[in-house]
């Protein structure tokens, strides 16, 4: 553990860092996100409108702030989709620390809704639909998925409405993303905080007004300060939480990745008919498949699909 108090740094902290953090004295844990690099690069992949890129940029923050906590290896996938102008917004969350995610949306409908608002949050773009939590533990194991409505204006409002009715977890999440020049022009960036109540039990009896005092604290968040490279995340849980002291309890590194590969796009083309194959052969005799979350461009001989 890190005692914040003996240790603000003089510098900002890396960018692309997940942080758990301990309250001092009361039953609230929480997690902080901060992302530069990593959050630019899974933005920039595709030619998204700004009110897109900051719904997948938050969706990439909350997946990092939920998946951290995972104990075991494998992913956990952040997905809302409904009948609004963004079909769906998806990311994976591995847990050694990679982050990949797409937006599927009509341009045409998000320019409509974007007029008259500075930025139009979940609801207006995602519609009517449901957010889910689902989390892989592998092949060998049974997925595990959590889904509740689309309700609120934000993905941190399906958040917290998540934990509420599949975990019983009393949880505030604080979601925010902008872009922002250190000095190599604007570039996205994002961060988030995560809060949630420890239930009571003999020794700790009852918590709840604990809870009540921490998310007074946690109210004052300002988005700015979550993607402001100049404040560290070491200060920042020090300016919110100094009342009662804060702990750093662990880091782990966060990157952009992806799964793609030459070798599964081939398996994906093995599962279609000879006849099939041959109808996706363009004119310089290759198959050319795209990865929709980086974009990259695979172009394979029809062969290859036979594995």
């Known amino acids: 553990m890190t005692d914040i108090a003996a240790h603000i740094a003089s510098e900002p902290a890396p960018d692309d860092i997940v942080s758990a953090f301990q309250i001092e004295g009361l039953p609230v844990r929480g997690r902080i996100v901060r ?7 899974v933005l920039t992949r595709h030619d998204y409108p700004e009110p897109v890129a900051n719904l997948l940029g938050e969706a990439c923050v909350l997946a990092a702030l939920v998946g951290s906590s ?3 290896e494998g992913r956990l996938i952040i997905q809302a989709q409904g009948d609004g102008p963004v079909r769906y917004v998806v990311v994976d969350y591995d847990t ?7 937006c599927r949306f009509d341009p045409e409908a998000v320019a409509k809704v974007s007029e008259g608002f500075v930025r139009p949050g979940a609801r207006t773009l995602l519609g009517g639909g449901t957010f889910m939590m689902t989390v892989d533990q592998g092949a060998d194991m049974d997925r595990y998925q959590g889904i509740t409505p689309i309700e609120g204006e934000t993905l941190a409002l399906c958040a917290e409405q998540y934990f509420a009715q599949s975990e019983q977890t009393p949880t505030r999440v604080r979601l925010a993303v902008g872009q922002a020049d250190t000095g190599e022009g604007l570039k996205w960036r994002a961060g988030g905080i995560l809060i949630q109540s420890i239930a009571g039990d003999a020794a700790r009896g009852d918590t709840e007004d604990a809870w009540t005092h921490a998310q007074a604290l946690f109210e004052t968040t300002g988005e700015d300060e979550l993607i402001d490279p100049t404040v560290p995340t070491t200060l920042l849980l020090w300016r919110l939480f100094n009342e009662d002291g804060v702990r750093l309890i662990e880091e782990k590194p966060l990157r952009a990745f992806c799964r793609c590969s030459e070798d599964r796009i081939a398996g ?19 198959i050319h498949v795209t990865c929709e979350y980086c974009s990259r461009v695979y172009a394979l001989a029809p062969e290859a699909a036979a594995g």
């Open 35 to 41: 992302l530069g690099g990593a959050v630019d690069e």
């Open 70 to 72: 995972l104990k075991f």
């Open 96 to 102: 050694s620390g990679g982050l990949r995610g797409y």
């Open 268 to 286: 994906v083309l093995g599962s279609f008919t000879a006849q099939e194959v041959a109808e996706m052969v363009e004119p310089d005799g290759k």
